[in-house]
């Protein structure tokens, strides 16, 4: 049974970089084929696909996001990590983590609410 965290701060401020770290157990990171994702679903909106690290260590980035975004991977701990810079309120969400790629994913975390606020 593969099993997911999400982990890291809860408030943030305005213009500060974002940095969350999911832990995966039961499988791992770099089992062919697996992508591993960040989803984010604001207040009120539906989810939001962020981006993906894949089992090859390639990343792959939500296009109205990319230009703020970092996803990286520490194998050694089953662990991949998103990095969402220049964060504002309009980045207030539950952020969850999950395998699969952008369109369908299997197991989940149990997400983790990021507010921005001063």
């Known amino acids: 049974q593969v099993q997911l965290q999400e982990s890291g701060p809860g408030l943030v401020k305005p213009s500060q970089t974002l940095s969350l770290t999911c832990t995966v157990s039961g499988g791992s990171i770099t089992t062919n084929y697996y992508y591993w994702s960040w989803i984010r679903q604001p207040p009120g909106k539906g989810p939001e696909w962020i981006g993906c690290i894949a089992y090859s260590g390639s990343t792959y980035y939500s296009p109205s996001l990319k230009s703020r975004i970092s996803i990286s991977r520490d194998t050694s701990k089953s662990q991949f990590t998103l990095q969402l810079s220049s964060v504002t309120p309009e980045d207030t969400a539950v952020y969850y983590c999950?395998?699969?790629?952008?369109?369908?994913?299997?197991?989940w975390g149990q997400g983790t609410q990021v507010t921005v606020s001063s």
């Open positions: 999950a395998r699969g790629p952008s369109w369908s994913y299997d197991y």
